[in-house]
């Protein structure tokens, strides 16, 4: 498989294995992910969203912006001054993980 950015949103973290703490941010990001976001967002910020489709009904939407404004979208604060979060895509991934993998095993 390809390079891929996973989430793990059963409550553990993928680098201690150990549960969150309840006051834990929103998203958590390894520091495998924050490198990756930072090489991709070429000094702007990686976003994340959520649509319709996909196994359980919705799919991840990924994208870069310059800016942590836009137009249509109020993103959240940033995660780690790398990750935007989409409002509406909060109550989905609250209390997730999200890792950074080249290979799946």
Not at 29 to 47: C, F, I, P, R, W
Request: glycine content about 14%; charged content about 25%; overall charge negative.
């Amino acid at each position: 498989m390809g390079k891929e950015l996973l989430g793990d949103s059963f409550g553990l973290s993928a680098e201690t294995g150990k549960p969150f703490e309840l006051n834990s941010p929103m998203v958590r990001l390894t520091d495998k992910a924050k490198e990756y976001m930072q090489s991709v967002s070429n000094g702007g910020y990686v976003t994340l969203g959520v649509k319709g489709g996909g196994c359980s009904g919705f799919q991840y939407v990924w994208g870069l912006s310059e800016k942590a404004t836009h137009e249509r979208i109020q993103w959240s604060k940033p995660i780690d001054d790398i990750l935007l979060l989409d409002p509406m895509a909060e109550m989905y991934v609250l209390g997730s993980e999200i890792d950074y993998v080249e290979e799946l095993g």
